[in-house]
């Protein structure tokens, strides 16, 4: 998604481009739709960075590097909109914390752990129920009254995951043998919905000065996690492509999808911008196709009608 239910803004928050910016950069900044498909381009595409990662450098290590330099680039970019926004944060730490280990932090972890298991095809149409993840979480917590129709999107849904994690496969389902990084990324999937929820209690600072203490927080939360990492012996400093790869995930899903993404909700507001989380599951398996060579299977077909169609209408009141 980096992610996949992104940072909202409120009213009379600072917007997201404080600096004076080229021509070009002015007219893309301008189109929420160009931002928003770019923006999905990229979180579909971090999961099959996340392929290629393997035997270049090792999941730990692209997560507390990731959000070490993503932290780096935003205070060198924004800092006085941080300055001003962290003191507001700091009264607000438990929700930083939240936000760092669980939205950023673990989620991050889980996906790129999961990324040594199964497929990209798969990675990005799990990715796609994280809403419907949202919407149960949002239920049950906060009590958020659900129509027949939007259970009946939640159990479409979830066939549509289950599909894919048993690939298909009614014995699988039987035997409860499914695949390792498909459970993972379910759970990854869980860990960014439990951030997502928190954000009803977000206080009324900028969407990017958010987003960069949360970097922050998640390279700490990162610490450990690279440390269990170097114990296990499992650990793996990039090669040359793992710095490219890493130069990628970094500027493309952590920092200009993010940027974007908030830019498109100043543009057209958070409920328009989050319809475009959809096209992840289907940006993703073409990608993956095409980088990775992967095969698309009946059941993934299958699957995505069912996850899309799900989420379509879970979303239809709310639309």
Request: glycine share 8%; aromatic share 12%.
């Amino acid at each position: 998604m980096a992610k996949f239910v992104p940072l909202p803004t409120t009213p009379n928050q600072s917007k997201t481009w404080p600096m004076k910016r080229p021509a070009l950069f002015v007219k893309l900044g301008s189109n929420p739709y160009l931002l928003l498909i770019f923006t999905m381009v990229m979180w579909s595409a971090n999961g099959i960075a996340g392929r290629l990662a393997i035997g270049e450098i090792s999941p730990m290590v692209i997560v507390s590097m990731r959000w070490f330099l993503a932290s780096v680039l935003l205070f060198t970019l924004f800092r006085p909109q941080i300055a001003k926004d962290w003191q507001v944060l700091k009264h607000h730490l438990w929700l930083v914390a939240v936000g760092g280990i669980f939205g950023f932090a673990a989620f991050n972890a889980l996906f790129y752990l999961a990324a040594h298991h199964t497929s990209g095809v798969n990675m990005t149409i799990l990715q796609g129920s994280l809403p419907i993840f949202v919407l149960l979480g949002a239920t049950v917590v906060y009590r958020v009254g659900t129509t027949p129709l939007q259970w009946i999107g939640i159990s479409l849904t979830l066939a549509g995951v289950t599909m894919v994690a048993s690939q298909g496969s009614f014995a699988t389902l039987l035997t409860l043998s499914f695949n390792l990084g498909d459970i993972w990324l379910v759970a990854a999937c869980v860990m960014y919905a439990v951030f997502t929820l928190s954000l009803r209690h977000r206080p009324n600072v900028s969407g990017i000065g958010f987003f960069a203490i949360l970097a922050v927080a998640a390279f700490v939360a990162s610490i450990p996690l690279i440390g269990w990492e170097m114990a296990s012996g499992d650990t793996q400093w990039p090669t040359i492509r793992g710095w490219e790869l890493l130069a990628f995930i970094t500027l493309g899903p952590s920092l200009l999808a993010q940027l974007f993404f908030l830019r498109a909700v100043d543009l057209i507001g958070p409920s328009r911008a989050s319809v475009f989380t959809n096209l992840v599951p289907i940006f993703g398996p073409m990608i993956a196709i095409i980088v990775l060579g992967e095969a698309f299977h009946p059941y993934h077909a299958v699957a995505l009608i069912f996850v899309l169609s799900g989420i379509g209408l879970a979303e239809w009141r709310r639309t």
